[in-house]
């Protein structure tokens, strides 16, 4: 199962109390399920929210469960940001 780095920017950051972390998963939908596991607070509710790049990709309106992850990948969580 590919490892992936999960970062958390803004509100994300600030609902999980951590700037990064590592997750197995084969694809997005499986990475998120994972973060919410691990975080069951206010996260859940800021990633209704939240924007996501895959290995500096935009994920735009794809399924999560569409998007496969590489070993080695990284998971950008991104809420909107004020002031654009």
């Known amino acids: 199962m590919p490892k992936v780095t999960?970062?958390?920017w803004a509100a994300a950051k600030?609902?999980?109390g951590i700037a990064e972390e590592a997750f197995d998963a084969e694809t997005l939908a499986d990475a998120l399920d994972a973060v919410r596991g691990r975080h069951p607070g206010e996260l859940p509710?800021?990633?209704l929210r939240c924007?996501?790049?895959v290995d500096g990709d935009p994920v735009g309106t794809r399924?999560?469960?569409t998007v496969r992850l590489a070993d080695g990948g990284t998971v950008e969580v991104l809420p909107p940001f004020a002031g654009g």
Do not use: I, K, Q
């Open 14 to 16: 600030a609902a999980a």
């Open 45 to 47: 509710r800021v990633l």
């Open 63 to 65: 399924g999560h469960e």
């Open 51 to 53: 924007s996501f790049l």
């Open 6 to 8: 999960v970062r958390y």
